[in-house]
């Protein structure tokens, strides 16, 4: 069975751009979750969603949104990309919105220059 | 609230020999608890998980973790390290009835020598 996958794996982008990453959970998932990890540091949560709602929200400021579809898939979007932006984005997938198992993807590597 | 405290940023071995990376917890609800690790440019990959079953739990690769609740620990410990072992080690917490959010430590470097 496929894991967690993630795309684009890397990009580059330039500040004031927009970047959208993509999610597919493992199958049978129906939560998602987006972290952000800056190189030597431990993964911050940005957003958890379960069943297409927003079930919580990290401390990231508003420029990062995201919203989980019908598939269970998901997009993380980050407008007016900031060089402190530049981080590993991780996706990770559950079976509900309770203490189960998270299970991360292999991450898309996000550069802003 | 809860929170993970890795009381080592690095810790540094010799094949072959014990490995011990120590993790304590707070948490306001009987926490599930879980050890990742991750090898350089890869994603997080799943030790092992404490979810209030046996308090001695076994992972993959000889890795294996014990839950004490009087200690607020769960440290991770291999009997014998392997070059392969070398990556950064993450210590999370996620609430049971409380806040499903994970809370991650800050990881420690686990350095193999020959």
């Known amino acids: 069975d496929a894991g967690v996958t993630q795309s684009p794996t890397h990009l580059i982008k330039t500040r004031g751009q927009h970047v959208t990453l993509r999610c597919s959970p493992i199958?049978?998932?129906?939560?998602v979750s987006w972290y952000q990890q800056v190189l030597g540091q431990g993964p911050q949560f940005i957003f958890q969603y379960y069943e297409k709602e927003e079930r919580g929200r990290g401390n990231f400021p508003d420029r990062f949104s995201a919203r989980q579809f019908p598939n269970y898939s998901s997009e993380l979007n980050v407008n007016a990309l900031l060089l402190g932006d530049s981080a590993l984005y991780l996706c990770a997938s559950s079976l509900e919105d309770s203490g189960n198992t998270i299970y991360f993807g292999e991450g898309s590597w996000l550069t802003v220059v | 609230a809860q929170s993970v405290t890795q009381l080592d940023s690095h810790v540094s071995v010799s094949e072959g020999t014990p490995v011990l990376l120590r993790c304590n917890y707070s948490s306001s609800y009987s926490p599930s608890l879980f050890w990742y690790v991750q090898h350089p440019n890869k994603g997080l990959q799943l030790l092992l998980k404490y979810t209030s079953a046996a308090t001695l739990v076994k992972g993959i690769n000889g890795f294996e973790a014990e839950f004490k609740k009087s200690e607020t620990s769960f440290h991770l410990t291999k009997p014998s390290a392997h070059m392969s072992d070398a990556a950064e080690y993450f210590c999370?917490?996620?609430?049971?009835?409380?806040?499903?959010?994970?809370?991650f430590g800050r990881g420690t470097s686990l350095i193999v020598h020959p």
């Open positions: 199958s049978g998932h129906k939560s």
């Open positions: 999370v917490v996620r609430g049971v009835g409380g806040s499903y959010i994970p809370t």
